[in-house]
């Protein structure tokens, strides 16, 4: 089968976007979809996409990591309602999709993608004191669609990609996550109230670029500990600029939480699978 296929990223996180609102690729089985991510063999990307048709919304997104399992990605989210739009599939500039955690609606702002995020619980705090030779004892937990553990640095330097990778391959493979995984997130703040943040990511076992999910826990963590009701605060990731707004319920769940960024057009190809 040939396969038509469009790269898109967004703040150096990059996917492989698929047409399938007729359903001519439902037979692509995951060793397929794990080869069109390969970076050696395949087309290489940080996540693989199908659009697929919804009955009630524009579009279903259907998210794979190149080791074949599912989960929300923020990035890849505003990356295919950009492709949507490109492809002539919205009516407006505005859209409803389905994913694997909800309902999400998103708006197109130029070159930047407007994204709703599910509201989420405040974020908990775990131990890490029993994860052999880690020098941190205890991290903040928050699922964004996607299950991330973050970790405050005192150093810019400490972000630096072996450092990060060392740390996260340590923490997702423990005792405690290997079974389910979980990503890891490095979080500076700078005194602007910037955040910059590296991540390890669950599927892809490696640093990402950028983290959409993981920019949304990091925000909405350092919201919660400046106790701030509403705000915006903005991410610098190795790839790019991404801003999380937000509002808290002011007890426990943070609401109308949005990811808003750039979403780009790379090239489009096709391949035999």
């Given amino acids: 089968m040939l396969l038509k296929f469009f790269k898109y990223q967004g703040t150096g996180n990059d996917f492989i976007l698929v047409n399938n609102m007729d359903g001519t690729y439902n037979g692509v089985s995951e060793d397929e979809k794990k080869f069109l991510c390969n970076r050696k063999f395949g087309i290489g990307s940080d996540g693989l996409i199908f659009l697929n048709a919804s009955k009630n ?18 990035n890849g989210a505003r990356c295919a309602v950009k492709f949507a739009g490109d492809m002539g599939l919205l009516s407006s500039h505005s859209v409803s999709f389905e994913a694997i955690d909800a309902v999400h609606s998103a708006q197109l702002c130029g070159s930047e993608v407007k994204l709703e995020m599910s509201a989420v619980d405040l974020p908990k705090q775990v131990g890490l004191a029993d994860i052999d030779s880690l020098a941190f004892r205890e991290g903040f937990f928050m699922d964004t669609g996607s299950p991330h553990l973050m970790i405050s640095v005192n150093d810019l330097r400490e972000l630096e990609t072996n450092n990060l990778i060392n740390i996260g391959r340590k923490i997702r493979y423990s005792r405690k996550y290997e079974a389910d995984g979980v990503n890891v997130n490095l979080v500076f703040a700078h005194s602007s109230g910037e955040l910059s943040i590296a991540t390890y990511e669950r599927g892809v076992e490696n640093e990402t670029l950028s983290c959409g999910t993981g920019a949304t826990a990091c925000a909405l963590l350092h919201a919660s500990k400046e106790m701030n009701s509403n705000g915006s605060i903005k991410l610098r990731t190795k790839g790019g600029l991404l801003q999380v707004s937000y509002e808290s319920d002011g007890a426990n769940k943070f609401t109308k939480v949005h990811l808003i960024g750039p979403a780009k057009f790379i090239y489009e190809g096709a391949v035999e699978i």
């Fill in 57 to 74: 919304y524009d579009f279903l997104m259907d998210f794979s990591n190149p080791d074949g399992s599912k989960s929300f990605c923020g």
